[in-house]
């Protein structure tokens, strides 16, 4: 089993920062996708951001040159570093983390924190 605790939601004006945590423990394999999702109201769970254990990152369109996603393996923690940040970008934000071996994919899913962005 994995535990993801999120944190660093809140509440900021458009144009402002934030940077969200992923703290991860448990049984973490040594190939791993960690990813950010998020999901407004009444839309679907969108993929954000990923960055595998080794390998290059990926990023929806929208937050391209906006958003970095980076990672401390020593301490089994991810980041989402959000600037420029727009009324579309509120929503809930979840971490994922998927464990990958032998072609089976096992994914854990943290408890979401709020992202409000105001005008």
């Known amino acids: 089993q994995v535990q993801l605790v999120e944190s660093g939601g809140g509440l900021v004006q458009a144009g402002g920062s934030l940077r969200l945590s992923c703290a991860a423990s448990g049984n973490i394999f040594n190939v791993n996708i960690m990813g950010w999702y998020r999901q407004a109201p009444g839309k679907q769970r969108e993929l954000v951001a990923s960055?595998?254990?080794?390998?290059?990152?990926n990023y929806v369109d929208s937050v391209k040159g906006r958003f970095t996603i980076f990672r401390d393996n020593a301490k089994n923690t991810m980041y989402l570093q959000m600037n420029s940040l727009k009324l579309e970008d509120t929503a809930v934000y979840y971490c994922?983390?998927?464990?990958?071996?032998?072609?089976?994919?096992?994914?854990?899913w943290g408890q979401g924190t709020q992202v409000t962005v105001s005008s």
């Open positions: 994922k983390l998927s464990n990958i071996r032998w072609n089976r994919q096992i994914d854990y």
């Open positions: 960055i595998p254990s080794s390998g290059s990152t």
